[in-house]
């Protein structure tokens, strides 16, 4: 039985009851032939028209000109008239258990809004997520919500709820009283609830790492710097034997390692600590890139983080303020590592701006100097090399898992038009096409 979504979005827990039982996880049998104007595979930069995609229960089985494919008498067409079809977006840093804050502030979210009711918003996120074109996320911690990302993980995979393929990362490790809710700022005699698990010393930062690997972390994040100077200015928090400790941890049990750095001096530390990933960078010096690029380490820039904030705190209008300062040092550190050839991945630290609207990282990215292509290649292949998983999903190719997305228009010429999906499918699953769009 194929997936219905139309029926599963309105028709309440009962109806999504049914689906869980029969269809989420199981891809429609017999083959689809999905037939866009034109077909980009993240294996060039030009999409070529007049192209199909071949689906044999969940795996790419062809992909080329619509009549080079040779599908079986039975196939079954889908038209996806006006638009492009592309591997299914990637978005290496979420945080589905955050929602903006202009709505809520970080603070509040954190130490009012209840775990159970935080789980329940992270299950909408994931779905409107997926419907975005999304099908993947690495989802950076959690942000005081324990180990439920590995719930909602759970739950998708199992096909109760929909959403993207999720790599996560619980708690995320921190420096003690180095992350919020406070310490500063609250009464000292209060026991705050923490954003993420604190450590001190080698012994804690193995025994934490041990601890969310343990408990289904996929990867682990660590905190390199944050705002504990005696100014507020962001400085490194963990030393460099304790991340060093963290990194050794993962890796022996075969998972790579993020690290949020936005200083110079915090993302270099972390850098020589062996992490596989930078989160923001904004500081970063070119030197500090160039470090990035001898160690292979990726990048996530997590522009639109940036400009979300000015938005809501700074006044900031898109397309029409001038950038603010924060915005256009985290332009300087963008185009630095673009002009070094640093590996550069889809990341936009979501959950700081609406789910769904991860398009505007990409579109922030073309803004500050990659192609469309190089953004697009940041948010498929690219991210799938990141997350060690190139030869499952991240390109339009035989042999991989059909995560196929369609958008009217072009994105590979125009950017802007993956705002525009009309057809998602993951794993073979059909969460979305232009006859039943949620
Ligand atoms: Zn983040």
């Given amino acids: 039985m194929r997936w219905q979504p139309r029926k599963i979005w309105i028709g309440g827990l009962a109806a999504l ?60 067409r889908i038209a996806l008239p006006g638009t492009t079809l592309t591997p299914g977006l990637i978005d290496l840093h979420s945080h589905v258990f955050l929602h903006p804050y202009n709505e809520t502030l970080w603070n509040d979210q954190v130490l009012k809004e209840p775990q159970d009711y935080r789980t329940l918003e992270a299950a909408a996120h994931a779905r409107a997520t997926l419907m975005a074109g999304f099908t993947t996320l690495r989802d950076l911690g959690t942000e005081g919500a324990g180990f439920a990302d590995v719930s909602i993980k759970r739950a998708i995979d199992e096909g109760m709820i ?43 930062a193995i025994r934490a790492t041990r601890e969310q690997a343990g408990h289904g972390a996929d990867w682990i994040k660590l905190y390199a710097d944050y705002r504990v100077g005696a ?52 500081g970063a010096s ?11 380490t990726a990048y996530e820039p997590t522009l639109t983080a940036v400009e979300a904030t000015a938005q809501y705190f700074e006044h900031y209008v898109p397309g029409q303020s001038e950038p603010t300062a924060r915005m256009k040092e985290a332009e300087r550190a963008f185009r630095t590592a673009l002009k070094l050839g640093v590996t550069i991945g889809n990341g936009s630290d979501v959950g700081v701006f609406t789910h769904g609207d991860n398009w505007r990282e990409p ?11 190089q953004a697009l290649h940041a948010a498929t292949n690219i991210a799938a090399r990141i997350l060690r998983q190139q030869d499952k999903f991240g390109r339009i190719a035989p042999g991989l898992r059909a995560d196929l997305v369609a958008f009217t228009g072009d994105p590979s010429t125009h950017i802007d038009d993956l705002q525009h999906p009309v057809f998602v499918m993951k794993d073979g699953s059909l969460y979305r096409t232009p006859q039943t769009t949620p």
């Avoid at 104007?37 to 000109?65: C, K, Q, S, Y």
């Avoid at 070119?286 to 292979?296: D, P, S």
Wanted: net charge negative; charged share 20%; aromatic share 4%.
């Fill in 17 to 76: 009851a049914v689906a869980a039982a029969t269809a989420a996880t199981a891809p429609p049998k017999g083959d689809l032939l999905l037939v866009p104007d034109r077909v980009w595979t993240a294996d060039g930069d030009a999409a070529h028209a007049g192209w199909a995609v071949l689906v044999h229960e969940g795996v790419i089985a062809g992909v080329g000109p619509v009549d080079s494919l040779h599908a079986p008498a039975d196939v079954r």
């Fill in 162 to 204: 929909p959403g993207p393929r999720m790599f996560v990362a619980t708690r995320a490790i921190v420096a003690t009283d180095s992350y919020g809710p406070g310490p500063r700022g609250f009464r000292p005699d209060l026991d705050l609830p923490g954003g993420a698990q604190e450590i001190s010393g080698v012994d804690e």
């Fill in 231 to 282: 100014d507020g200015s962001t400085q490194p928090t963990l030393s460099l034997a304790e991340m060093k400790a963290i990194v050794d941890t993962a890796h022996l049990s075969g998972r790579p390692v993020a690290a949020h750095a936005s200083s110079d001096e915090g993302v270099r530390l972390a850098v020589e600590a062996g992490v596989d990933s930078i989160e923001h960078g904004y």
């Fill in 286 to 296: 070119e030197a500090t890139f160039r470090l990035l690029k001898q160690h292979g």
């Fill in 363 to 373: 579109a922030n990215m073309v803004r500050d100097g990659m192609t469309p292509p």
